[in-house]
């Protein structure tokens, strides 16, 4: 590798670095001080080179108008985030974190459908910046202009960023809320308006990230969800609520992406490695290293990771006489849906659908409730299960009935080992690490074509001949759900499930009686893992072929959406979620254009009439009735 590739390529890290970092400071910020785990920060620097572009095209493309179009958009992005505040995120402070990232991922649906209906769905490439539109020599290579300009725009707004929070009294506060939140409302000052000001200047910097992209990549539907996996990535590697850390990671992850391009393929020991394909993924292969090294990032501090404050979870407790009646009752009635449902054979499809997410929710909410576990990644032990089922049937010519029972064992696989480290870490961090994971395996079945099929996937998976018709299938998948739902509901309401409950509440004091946290929670990792993977090899033989989108990120998100409609504080919790989320998806899908938007919310509606959740709402308001009677 020659000096000059290897300079330009540095220079190329640095201005990804600035893109990385506009892009995650903001979260950061907002993180630090009202510790909401944004997901729609993504949708905000989405909007941002949306905006943007539009500006632009109005204005004109002078300097004036280039530049002007870039302020502009900013402010109009942080004024939007004001708005949400105010409208929505001031009312969920004081929930659960997870029913605030709930609903911010509500704003995520609604952003992209309001972008999709604004500016349609093409790709939108604005111009380039004026006087910038060139390139500079560098050792007899040429290096764009523009990507120069933002080697020192990343700096300058980091050192615009230190001067306010040290010379400032609003920065001042910005710090103290950071370490204290609770003892600077002691102390007089309106926290409301704090935080209503820290996540306006928050989205307006990720707006200013996404209107400075606007000259070397187009504006497209699918910069939310890559924006906020970025950004997510930055902060936690540099530490949550730390800005020089956001730097620090951005530079390090944005040099080794450069590094790896640089490399391009390497012949080792008669095979080709290509370091070029590592750029889909080193950043989580990044973050995964350094959460094991340093589980509160390079720069981050225990005060800035606290869990918000709220109400202690009521312990499980088993069905009482009526909801087994009920149970019963809709037993009864799946099992005679193939018959009456004869004259709508859509409707058996659909319920193996809603069957296939109640496991996948409530292997989930095995680990997320009980055992206080909070996942990103769970899908990667779905799509294990998928590939495994897949590939024992594809490469190794067995039948399907053996497939779909051995399948699950590489999920299992997965789980023992990632789950090794993940209960090390708790809360975001832990959750971080799961997403991680989750991404390296999607990566690795995105592009080992040999063996996964790559982009394509395996196709051609289909059941045996007596599982031929949907009904019989159907009962399949109604016994395997069914048993598996009951075998986690009766594991967590033995010794093993009151011991994982006890290590979440109190990890001190569980640990002071003799019970080993580590084990139990690992234990239970692999156990969800490998009923998730049961649901994953389900899906596939349901499907009749299976793809990389199966372990992506937005299955996890609709794994985590499913138990958070449900609520995480009771058993039937992810049963109800995952069959109210799976119907309305379905629902809503065929019938609204907009059905993101639609869906989004209503996610905010239940979010906000059902803050328990649906199934946690109910039982409290039966409770309330027995007690009033």
Not at 251 to 274: N, P, Q
Not at 302 to 330: C, H, Q
Request: aromatic share 12%; glycine share 12%.
């Amino acid at each position: 590798m020659s000096v000059d590739a290897l300079l330009v390529q540095f220079l190329n890290g640095l201005a990804g670095a600035s893109t990385l970092f506009l892009l995650a400071v903001g979260l950061s910020l907002i993180f630090g001080v009202t510790r909401i785990v944004n997901f729609a920060h993504g949708s905000f620097y989405m909007l941002g080179i949306y905006i943007a572009y539009s500006l632009t095209a109005r204005i004109g493309g002078s300097v004036l108008g280039f530049w002007g179009s870039v302020v502009l958009a900013a402010l109009a992005v942080g004024l939007l985030g004001v708005i949400v505040e105010c409208l929505l995120l001031r009312r969920i402070y004081r929930a659960p974190e997870l029913f605030q990232l709930l609903a911010t991922f509500a704003l995520v649906l609604i952003a992209r459908d309001a972008a999709l209906a604004i500016w349609g769905p093409e790709d939108l490439l604005g111009p380039r910046a004026p006087g910038l539109k060139g390139a500079v020599e560098i050792l007899g290579r040429q290096f764009p202009q523009y990507d120069l300009a933002l080697i020192f725009i990343g700096p300058a707004v980091l050192g615009a960023l230190w001067w306010m929070l040290t010379r400032t009294r609003f920065g001042v506060l910005i710090r103290a809320a950071t370490e204290d939140r609770e003892m600077v409302g002691a102390l007089g000052v309106n926290q409301a308006w704090l935080f209503t000001a820290v996540f306006g200047l928050g989205t307006l910097l990720a707006g200013l990230g996404g209107a400075l992209q606007g000259p070397r990549e187009p504006a497209n539907l699918g910069l939310d969800l890559m924006g906020i996996g970025d950004a997510f990535v930055v902060v936690v590697v540099g530490g949550m609520g730390s800005i020089p850390g956001a730097f620090l990671a951005a530079l390090i992850i944005a040099e080794i992406k450069a590094l790896c391009i640089a490399i391009g393929t390497v012949h080792v020991f008669g095979f080709d490695f290509s370091f070029s394909k590592l750029t889909l993924v080193v950043e989580f292969l990044v973050m995964a290293v350094v959460l094991i090294w340093k589980p509160l990032g390079l720069l981050g501090k225990p005060s800035a990771a606290s869990r918000n404050s709220s109400a202690v979870e009521a312990p499980l407790a088993p069905p009482d006489k009526a909801a087994k009646i009920f149970g019963y009752a809709v037993l009864v009635l799946l099992l005679l849906l193939p018959v009456v449902g004869q004259m709508f054979p859509y409707a058996v499809v659909l319920m193996i659908d809603i069957l296939v997410a109640v496991l996948f929710a409530a292997s989930l909410h095995f680990i997320m409730g009980p055992g206080g576990m909070h996942s990103f990644g769970h899908a990667a032990y779905f799509g294990l299960g998928a590939y495994g089922a897949g590939l024992l049937m594809k490469q190794f010519s067995m039948p399907m009935e053996a497939a779909l029972g051995l399948g699950p064992l590489l999920a299992a696989a997965g789980a023992l080992l990632f789950g090794w480290f993940c209960v090390r870490l708790s809360g975001v961090y832990l959750a971080m690490l799961t997403l991680a994971f989750a991404q390296i395996v999607w990566s690795i079945a995105f592009q080992w074509d040999e063996v996964t099929g790559g982009s394509n996937g395996i196709i051609g998976l289909w059941p045996a001949e007596w599982l031929n018709q949907k009904a019989a299938y159907y009962y399949l998948t109604l016994a395997l759900t069914v048993g598996g739902v009951l075998f986690l509901w009766r594991v967590l309401l033995a010794p093993f499930g009151y011991a994982l409950r006890a290590g979440r509440d109190s990890p001190l004091r569980a640990d002071a009686i003799g019970i080993n946290v580590f084990n139990y929670q690992w234990m239970a990792f692999v156990l969800a893992g490998t009923v998730c993977g049961v649901a994953g090899s389900l899906f596939a033989f349901s499907k009749g072929t299976i793809a990389p989108d199966v372990i992506h990120v937005g299955r996890s998100i609709d794994g985590l959406v499913m138990v958070l409609l449900g609520g995480v504080q009771t058993l039937a919790g992810p049963v109800v979620g995952a069959a109210l989320f799976t119907w309305l998806q379905d629902a809503v899908a065929r019938e609204f254009q907009y059905w993101r938007a639609a869906l989004g919310v209503a996610i905010l509606l239940l979010v906000m009439v059902f803050p328990l959740g649906v199934a946690g709402s109910v039982k409290r308001l039966l409770r309330r009735r027995e007690v009033a009677a």
